[in-house]
């Protein structure tokens, strides 16, 4: 009788703990980025941001439709190339994820950004920059960084007004984002008064500059506008200091305003010059920033470039419009994304009816004793 009365009670055990995780939902969130190549240390960031907001989130207890959930990220790796983001997109619609934090580079996020308006799903980029990305009006786009229209006439501005600089040359990746704030800035400062003194191009995967250079160098410039990354500009900047350019100055949009571009430049005294621009405000400034940035270096020491507090707040985001829908569902939730007004790491997060962060602010920096600073 006994052994009876136990295994009953065993097995009504096993049934209600089956009636529980029963009411668990698993929710899958997407992340992409390049997590390979030359910008794998920006992808790995982005990444470990939106990773350490799902690790938060579960520890929550958090309960939405009547239902507990637990949060998974999917990450994928676009390497920073179009057709390798569109297929990430896909698999990640195919995986029907609630909702996508991503991507890293505009060249990416621009075609991705159909993909998830196919499916709908909507998506949160914290780093993509080039203002076509909203010009279509998918409503499940929706990026929360200042958009190149701010940086590039930001650094156009304080060229022109607080270095009173009179000429430049520009030069550009060739990419999405290397051409569209190359463009900004050019219009800017040509509207200024500032002479265009020369154009040239080159390439995402390039690593030597000595010819582009060296006809730059013959046109006498004040200065130098690079649209592209920190694995093009590390060289650049090491081949400016072989060439005598080291009177130069040097701008630069997001791209190129990180930690690594001083490792990257590898003690060229030109890293002096550089003074870059990057959407929101400098970490310390941030309202959550400084906290916010002690817990991410003892979890991941020596990785943070960026935007990972962006991505951890893009996560953030889309969880706090599934509770306000209470709804997983990304046909329920997507239109409280817009309605959003979420106090986040790096801003208050509210929208333009195209997707666009509202009052996005952006912060200047130079690089003092190979040090990034907020000027």
């Not at 990773?51 to 929550?60: D, H, Y």
């Not at 949160?124 to 701010?150: C, E, H, M, Q």
């Not at 990972?308 to 953030?316: E, F, G, L, Q, R």
Request: glycine share 10%.
């Amino acid at each position: 009788m006994q052994l009876k009365l136990k295994l009953t009670v065993v097995a009504a055990i096993a049934a209600a703990a089956g009636v529980a995780s029963a009411q668990e939902q698993v929710v899958k969130i997407g992340h992409v980025a390049p997590v390979s190549g030359a910008q794998a240390h920006y992808g790995k960031d982005n990444e470990n941001g939106a990773r350490m907001a799902i690790e938060e989130l579960n520890t929550q207890g958090i309960t939405i439709g009547g239902k507990k959930i637990k949060f998974e990220l999917q990450a994928e790796d676009d390497a920073a190339d179009p057709k390798q983001g569109t297929a990430a997109a896909q698999k990640l619609c195919d995986s029907k994820v609630a909702g996508v934090v991503g991507h890293l580079n505009s060249g990416t996020t621009i075609p991705a950004s159909k993909v998830y308006n196919d499916c709908g799903i909507p998506h949160v980029t914290g780093a993509a920059t080039n203002p076509n990305l909203t010009k279509p009006g998918y409503k499940t786009t929706f990026r929360i960084i200042a958009n190149d229209n701010a940086l590039g006439a930001g650094l156009a501005f304080y060229a022109v007004d607080t270095l009173k600089l009179k000429t430049v040359a520009i030069i550009d990746d060739r990419t999405a984002y290397g051409q569209g704030v190359a463009d900004v800035f050019k219009k800017t400062a040509a509207a200024k008064g500032m002479k265009v003194v020369d154009e040239q191009f080159t390439t995402d995967k390039a690593t030597d500059f000595m010819a582009i250079l060296t006809a730059i160098k013959a046109k006498n410039p004040d200065a130098v506008f690079f649209g592209g990354m920190d694995p093009q500009a590390g060289p650049m900047l090491r081949q400016m200091e072989q060439l005598g350019m080291g009177n130069v100055k040097y701008f630069g949009g997001d791209g190129v305003c990180t930690s690594e571009v001083a490792k990257l430049a590898a003690g060229a005294k030109t890293l002096a010059n550089v003074i870059c621009a990057e959407g929101g405000s400098s970490l310390a400034k941030m309202p959550g920033g400084t906290a916010w940035k002690a817990k991410y270096d003892a979890k991941y020491p020596n990785q943070f470039q960026v935007y990972s507090p962006y991505t951890y707040d893009a996560t953030y985001l889309i969880v706090d419009a599934m509770k306000r829908a209470n709804s997983v569902d990304p046909k329920v939730y997507t239109p409280e994304l817009l309605k959003s007004n979420f106090k986040g790491v790096t801003s208050t997060i509210a929208f333009e009816p195209n997707g666009e962060i509202k009052n996005p602010a952006i912060t200047l920096y130079n690089y003092k004793d190979g040090k990034k600073t907020p000027l």
